[in-house]
């Protein structure tokens, strides 16, 4: 296989497509969306990521790599298009309220493949998706074509397993998981991804794929959930979960996650509704765990209320950070928007910094362009994401900036010690 057509440029399709140019193959990388093709075609790259603009460029000047936005004729096909989860319809069972996948893009991408779809061909769905949509879904889609899955052409499902700010190192060095619609779909893939997938290729069939990744991400988020309800018990009990977290980890088969103001990205704040949405009978944890995660924001609300006394109308809060986690310039469900939305409702005056996009406007929400314009006349400041530059900020260079009095940390991203001493009154999420 020498030439593959990777349709979806996001987060997981560029980076793939990165991959595969520098590793011997031809790559048509196609997107719907206009400016991402153009953006591309000028020498940039839409995504922050660690390398992924050298990358890019580099297969790009070598003729390795070129963007359209149609298909064209390949040796193998990778649909790598988000699913996310439909805004307006939601299910209900026994007065739990789900959220369901929207699978538009999915069908979209599969049927624009269709005209191109030649015997020997390889097709490859990448996107997270709801248990059996490869054989629901894609395959009768591809099959109008005329030709059959699994003697004419050949169908998987191999979720990408890659964290946001370590793509790159994660694609190479991860272990794959391929899951084909027969024995030889697999083996056909697992060809193809040996360009450069370093660690272990292992290969299932299609539905054991698609719910081992929708059971990882649903693993991280529970336990997510778990670290976030301690949170809640923290204040209650008074203990300082932390120090309680830290010191219970010290058990060799406890490893207790880090609680925060909520779970965001376009992974683990989605992908087990789509457990739930399967099987809404059996799926109470699943669903409470979400719950949690979701309301986590209120809960850091109601710790601003307590250190306002319940006055936060008119209240200038520095709000530091805007995307979903640490370290990248993701704002996809990011629990920080949440927060701060919720606290511009309650009639807060909220500046706000994100590093990774300074001056950026994101749902209503304008990033100032340097810190020192988000905190100077502040009266609170807000840590919501723990980016390098904020949790590095001494507390002297701190002090020197802000007007602020109080600082609320929602991440533990700062030493709350030191920060008292720099004249500070601190409330931090799990410390009573
Ligand atoms: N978070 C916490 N506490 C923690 C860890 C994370 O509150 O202890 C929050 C983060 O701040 C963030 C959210 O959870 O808001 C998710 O962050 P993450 O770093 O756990 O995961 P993602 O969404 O960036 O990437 C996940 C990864 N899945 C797992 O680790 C099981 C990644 O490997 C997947 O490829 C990716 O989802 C995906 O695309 O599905």
Redesign the pocket.
């Known amino acids: 296989m020498n030439s593959v057509c990777i349709l979806g440029l996001g987060?997981?399709g560029l980076p793939t497509a990165a991959m595969f140019a520098t590793h011997g193959k031809k790559i048509i990388g196609v997107d719907v969306n206009k400016k991402i093709i153009s953006t591309i075609k000028n020498g940039d790259v839409h995504i922050e990521e660690p390398g992924l603009k050298e990358m890019v460029l580099k297969a790009i000047q070598f003729g390795d790599l070129s963007v359209h936005s149609t298909p064209k004729p390949a040796d193998a096909f990778i649909i790598a298009v988000p699913t996310p989860f439909k805004k307006k319809d939601f299910g209900n069972y026994q007065g739990r309220k789900y959220k369901k996948a929207d699978l538009n893009y999915v069908i979209e991408a599969t049927k624009m493949i269709v005209p191109f779809l030649k015997k020997g061909n390889l097709v490859v769905l990448e996107s997270?998706s709801p248990p059996k949509t490869t054989i629901d879904v894609v395959k009768p889609i591809l099959e109008t074509s005329g030709l059959k899955a699994g003697s004419d052409f050949f169908l998987v499902y191999s979720?990408?397993?890659?964290?946001?700010?370590r793509i790159l190192e994660?694609l190479k060095e991860?272990a794959r998981v391929i899951g084909g619609i027969n024995k030889k779909s697999a083996e056909k893939a697992k060809e193809l991804y040996q360009c450069f997938v370093q660690g272990d290729i292992i290969t299932t069939d299609t539905i054991t794929a698609e719910m081992v990744?929708l059971m990882?991400?649903t693993?991280?988020?529970v336990?997510?959930a778990l670290?976030?309800e301690f949170s809640r018990l923290s204040g209650e009990i008074g203990f300082d979960l932390w120090e309680a977290i830290k010191i219970a980890n010290y058990h060799p088969r406890v490893n207790i996650?880090?609680?925060?103001?909520?779970?965001?990205?376009?992974?683990?704040?989605v992908?087990p509704w789509f457990l739930v949405e399967s099987v809404p009978e059996q799926t109470g944890l699943i669903y409470q765990a979400r719950e949690i995660?979701d309301t986590?924001p209120d809960f850091v609300i109601n710790l601003i209320k307590k250190a306002t006394k319940n006055n936060l109308r008119g209240k200038k809060i520095a709000a530091l950070g805007l995307a979903?986690?640490?370290d990248?310039d993701?704002m996809r469900?990011?629990?920080a928007l949440k927060v701060i939305k919720k606290l511009m409702k309650y009639g807060a005056i909220i500046n706000t910094f994100e590093p990774h996009a300074p001056g950026k406007n994101f749902e209503g929400i304008t990033s100032k362009s340097t810190l020192n314009e988000a905190v100077n006349d502040a009266e609170i400041i807000l840590l919501l994401?723990?980016h390098r530059q904020f949790i590095s900020l001494k507390p002297d260079t701190l002090r020197q900036m802000t007007s602020a009095n109080i600082i609320i940390d929602a991440?533990n991203g700062f030493d709350p010690k030191s920060l008292i001493k720099a004249g500070f009154s601190v409330v931090s999420l799990g410390k009573h």
């Open positions: 987060y997981i997270t979720p990408e397993r890659v964290l946001p700010g994660e991860n990744k990882e991400n693993y991280r988020d336990n997510i670290a976030n996650l880090n609680p925060g103001p909520g779970v965001g990205g376009h992974c683990i704040s992908d995660n986590q979903y986690k640490p990248v993701d469900e990011s629990p994401v723990g991440v």
